[in-house]
């Protein structure tokens, strides 16, 4: 599965919205919904599920689903 | 009835948490009794069957409670309810009282709750229901002389629950307090005569609470019946504090 498929994978679970409202430009707060207990949630997740660690810093910068993707990759996870 | 949920219970073993435990019981929750008295754990796990799951663990060890965390996640019902009870008292009036006795007790009874709700919060979070109760006590209202350290971690807990109140209440989730007055428990029991009778005298009901009445209070408070009620302290105290 690519990573852009997991990444969706988990916000479609978590912030409990359609596979389709999930592009790459779509805001996690305005468009998705997300506040801010399910932003960490989300962190959470991402974390546990890539075994990293994302500080409060940079956890604030990922405001779209497409920013979060590229932050992904320039920790070097790709898939 | 069986809820299919867990309420983990600190402090299980026996006393005011052991009723809490069998009052959860009572009304379909799994507990997973949490406590460092192994013996006196697997004494209550005999007596209450497959509903009161026993863990060893002591609450101020991170690394313990985040395999019992781990552990209660993979064997039992999905966690929608944290009872933080487990207390202890190191007494002496403050100008003897000892750093490692105030750092002991606020470490097991304020710190140890923040570990232990924070350990199992997200199962709750992603259900988007469930109930954290805190036992505190009326020390930590009105302060008790020989108990600076208790009634500090009793009254933090109160600062605790309220504050992450305003973070959980809008997923479903009531986050209360109890404040027990003097109960009939071990810790109470050893209480000279003389200072058994003057809590005595300055108690409008007259008598002792007993362990099962704080234990009908957080049932209720874990209730559908009180999903409203979030944020507050329930003194449960025969009408000692009002």
Same mark, same amino acid.
Request: proline share 3%.
């Given at each position: ?27 996690? &707060? ?22 990293? &660690? ?18 992904? &990759?320039? &920790?070097?996870?790709?898939? | 009835? %069986? ?7 600190? $402090?299980?073993?026996? =006393?005011? $948490? ?22 006196? #754990?697997?004494?209550?796990? !005999?007596?209450? =069957?497959?509903?009161?799951?026993? /863990? ?18 993979? @064997? ?8 933080? %009870? ?16 105030? %750092? ?45 350290? /208790? *009634? ?14 305003? !973070? #959980? ?19 109470? @029991?050893?209480?000279? !005569?003389?200072?058994?009778?003057? /809590? ?7 008598? #002792?609470?007993?362990?099962? @009445?704080?234990? !009908? ?8 019946? *009180?999903? /409203? ?14």
């Amino acid at each position: 599965m690519s990573l852009e498929n997991r990444i969706s994978e988990i916000i479609v679970s978590r912030l409990n919205v359609k596979p389709e409202e999930v592009t790459e430009s779509a805001n996690l &707060k305005d468009d998705l919904g997300a506040d801010s207990l399910d932003m960490v949630d989300l962190m959470m997740d991402l974390e546990d599920t890539f075994d990293l &660690k994302i500080s409060d810093e940079e956890g604030n910068t990922l405001q779209t689903v497409g920013s979060v993707v590229s932050f992904l &990759k320039t &920790k070097g996870i790709e898939a | 009835m %069986n809820l299919n949920a867990t309420a983990v219970v600190t $402090g299980a073993a026996r =006393g005011i $948490g052991l009723e809490i435990a069998k009052k959860l019981i009572s009304v379909g929750w799994t507990v997973a009794a949490l406590d460092m008295l192994e013996d006196d #754990l697997a004494t209550a796990a !005999e007596a209450l =069957g497959e509903m009161y799951k026993p /863990y060893t663990v002591n609450i101020t060890d991170s690394v313990q409670l985040k395999e019992v965390a781990s552990a209660v996640a993979k @064997e039992l019902p999905v966690v929608k309810g944290i009872v933080n %009870n487990a207390g202890i008292t190191r007494d002496t009036l403050m100008m003897r009282m000892s750093e490692d006795q105030w %750092n002991l007790v606020i470490d097991v009874n304020l710190t140890g709750a923040w570990k232990v709700t924070q350990a199992f919060m997200r199962s709750l979070i992603r259900a988007r229901e469930g109930s954290i109760v805190s036992i505190s006590s009326v020390v930590g209202l009105v302060g008790a002389a020989g108990q600076t350290n /208790y *009634a500090a971690s009793k009254a933090g807990l109160i600062g605790m629950s309220k504050s992450l109140n305003r !973070e #959980l209440a809008g997923r479903g989730i009531t986050v209360n307090v109890v404040a027990p007055g003097f109960i009939e428990t071990e810790m109470t @029991e050893n209480l000279p !005569e003389e200072v058994r009778k003057d /809590y005595l005298s300055r108690i409008p009901a007259a008598r #002792l609470g007993l362990p099962v @009445e704080i234990a !009908e209070s957080v049932a209720f408070l874990m209730s559908p019946s *009180a999903k /409203y009620i979030t944020g507050i302290v329930l003194p449960v105290d025969g009408g000692l504090t009002t």
